[in-house]
């Protein structure tokens, strides 16, 4: 490991380890202000006078991919997959979707725990040519919002900040 933390001094001060190795370093290992940053979580944790693991300052989940239903599918392999992200507590959906039940309430998909608005959030979509709401639930659900759309496809692209 002393290796290690001598490479980052001389690169700038960001560590790179696994959570276990981040849990296992010591004060004499890491120096205040360093960025720790765990290769299998994507957080990030700062190194301070008090914690030699750091306090976490950065947290990314990367992208999960979505789980469609009522007909929804991904457009295809040249286009963004239906996925979704965190990043701290703002969250990224993403992805382009074809040939799903256009219906007024009809469920596109369900966000993990974690991954959740507060409060009912009605975004806008692009869908096939033409502006469209969405709405997302605190239970995780995407629904087609107040006008029906086409099956033809729908670009989600839409952030808020997660509360469940």
Do not use: C
Request: positive net charge; hydrophobic residues 40%.
């Amino acid at each position: 490991m002393q290796r290690i933390a001598d490479r980052v001094e001389q690169i700038g001060g960001v560590l790179r380890v696994t959570s276990t190795e981040r849990q296992q370093l010591t004060a004499g290992q890491t120096k205040v202000g360093w960025l720790i940053s765990e290769t299998d979580t994507g957080l990030v944790y700062l190194r301070t006078a008090d914690r030699p693991q750091g306090l976490l300052i950065i947290e990314d989940t990367g992208w999960i991919d979505l789980t469609l239903a009522n007909g929804w599918q991904n457009w295809g392999e040249a286009y963004e997959i239906a996925r979704v992200r965190r990043l701290n507590r703002t969250v990224h959906v993403t992805g382009l979707i074809r040939n799903g039940d256009p219906g007024i309430g009809v469920r596109i998909t369900t966000l993990p725990v974690g991954f959740r608005p507060g409060k009912v959030q009605q975004k806008v979509v692009w869908a096939n040519g033409q502006a469209r709401q969405v709405d997302i639930y605190p239970d995780g659900r995407i629904l087609i919002g107040d006008t029906p759309t086409s099956t033809f496809r729908m670009t989600l692209d839409m952030s808020f900040v997660a509360e469940q």
